[in-house]
């Protein structure tokens, strides 16, 4: 259980979903700024308290393993859609961590992740 | 002043663990009584003004865990612990409620507390609030605070300004008019300085791991310094001030039972967005008006608003609420409090260093988390909100009363996002051992010389903005301490 505590990063496990799941949100954000969000995500995750760190790295196994698979990405929808608590609680917190980043840096975000030009 | 490294081996009459309202009040009191006081902290030191109060660079240096930590159940309750010099003190919202003198008589009822007269505790609330500053604002109040106080007032409910400990320069009223211009008077302000100038000395990015404990003696701690190396710290006496989380855990990871950590007790809270036809956020300020009609079992307020958390209170119906996102400027995020009947625990894993948390809400709680949402909404749209979107899974958008008769059916806490930065009761105080963990005055029952002196003490979360309370208490248990000749045995 230790290894899964600190000693390994979160990027590899969790980014890929985390970044299939920002381009679905938000389809017009740069990849680059996908990017550093998605960075943003999984340095969080590393901090994360021991016991809830232990819960998303195991999730995150699962759903990295989901998009090894073809189709895998919509299973993992299908899935997080279900009443299973602590799935959905997994692209929850990738959402809430990802969006702050997202609104915080560049406040003239759009929905889909478009930049518009700064209002007065 | 007297900041020091953290070094291998250090040594101390008084260790105190903690530099928070509770551990910084009991440092300058214990200082300047002439104690050899040695506070220790797990986090840095971070000059007011270096970050943005409330941005994601503020959870990243300021709160444990960035700021994202969970307290588990149905629903899971997100809270927030501060984990710098100063604790909470130093990125809460500066809120000042002194403690409710009927509260403190039941507390003393209920838990026999010794000694415990409401009137000392209010003398030294006295006390408190001049050496923080506690004050209004000058001038007016901020829109988003202005909303509170229209819309309740439209609906003949009680709210008013609640004051803070802050120094208005007025240099800088001069050009900026507006609460955010604010100095907090945050424990790296005024205690703490205060503990340095009496000889205290403060060794930062120290972590107490556990203390070594005999019989139900500790002679000295077990530490972890910011480079990741171990260390020891021996003393006569200690101070554990980690917060109603950490305190609860130190004592378990150092093997000490009875009542520790089982009667976690929180503010829980829900939110909503409310859309204005004008701009009226303010990123960096929270609003100082309260609603406090339903007090003390339901209290209205506003949360810090800046894009990313405006962000944040639309992601639980994100499918129906994210065109608002570009509005941001002419939306605020409001909260509606509950003092809850449920409780968590705070458990100690062995081979984990963060302790496991949770909490249970009861059937009561969700019921006034409903009504509470229900309400603020309608508070909103009285103020004049145009678009209300509450935080939950499957809510609606209200835009008039039949709007919220259909968000009071959609709602369960379940869907919910809850949260709270109110964390009380882990070590309660008073003689019944059966519920209590520490006496009337801090002392862990069944140890001699370990004490807590913080949030944990509080017998319940009083239902009022907290940090006043565990200031008076803490005060007064470390006159205690003194009279009782501590340190001296
Ligand atoms: C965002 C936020 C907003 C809030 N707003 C208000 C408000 O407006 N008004 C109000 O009255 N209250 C407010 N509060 C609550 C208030 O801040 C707390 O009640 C108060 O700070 C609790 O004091 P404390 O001494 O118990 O713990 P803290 O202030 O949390 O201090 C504990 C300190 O101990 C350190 N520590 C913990 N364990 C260890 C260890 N093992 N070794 C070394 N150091 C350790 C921590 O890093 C921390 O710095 C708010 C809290 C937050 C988080």
Known sequence: MQWLMRPVPALPIIGSFADRLLLADLPDLPPSDRRLAVDFVAHRVDNLPSFTRFGVMVLGFVFRGLLAVPGGFGVAKVLVKLPLPLVAEYPRLIRSLAFAYVWETWPNTTATGAKVAATA | MSMQRATATMDADVLIVGTGAGGATTAAILAEAGLDVLLVEEGDWVEQGAVVPFSLDQMDRQYRSGGVTVALGMPSIAYTEGCCAGGGTEVNSGLYWRPPGELLARWREQFDISDFDPDDLLAIADEVEADISVSTVPGGHTSPSEVLRRGADA???????????????????????????????????????????????????????????????????????????????????????????????????????????????VHPTVKLAARFADALNVPDDVPVHQVKEFAPHLSFGGSASNPGLVALALLDQWATFKHAITQWRNISVYYAAITSEGRGRVRSLPG??????????????????????????????????????????????????????????????????????????????????????????????????????????????????????????????????????????
């Open chain 2, 155 to 265: 609906l003949g409910w009680r709210n008013g300004e609640i004051p803070r400990w802050m120094k208005y320069p007025p240099s800088k009223l001069a050009s900026e008019p507006r609460s955010a211009v604010g100095e907090r008077q945050s424990m790296t302000r005024t205690y703490l300085p205060r503990a340095m100038k009496a000889g205290a000395r403060l060794a930062l990015r120290c972590r107490v791991d556990r203390l070594v404990t005999n019989a139900g003696s500790a002679r000295s701690a077990v530490t972890t310094l910011g480079d990741g190396s171990r260390g020891e710290i021996t003393f006569r006496d200690v101070f554990v001030c980690g917060g109603a989380i950490q305190s609860p855990a130190l004592l378990q990871r150092s093997g000490i039972r009875g009542h520790i950590g089982r009667t976690l007790a």
């Open chain 2, 352 to 489: 984990l260093k963060d302790p496991l948390v949770t909490y249970g809400l009861t059937h009561r709680d969700r019921e006034l988390l409903r009504s509470g949402l229900g309400r603020l909404a309608l508070l909103m749209l009285e103020a004049g909100a145009t678009d209300v979107y509450p935080s939950f899974k499957g809510a609606p958008v209200v835009r008039n009363r039949r709007d919220l008769a259909t968000m009071q059916g959609a709602f369960t806490a379940a869907r919910a996002s809850v949260m709270t930065v109110h964390l009380c009761s882990t070590v309660p105080m008073g003689e019944i051992e059966g519920k209590c963990g520490a006496d009337s005055f801090g002392r862990v029952h069944g140890c001699r010389n370990i004490y807590v002196n913080d949030a944990s003490l509080l017998p319940t979360a009083p239902g009022v903005n907290p940090q006043a309370s565990v200031m008076a208490v803490a005060i007064r248990n470390a006159r205690r301490f003194l009279d009782a000749g501590g340190c001296r045995g």
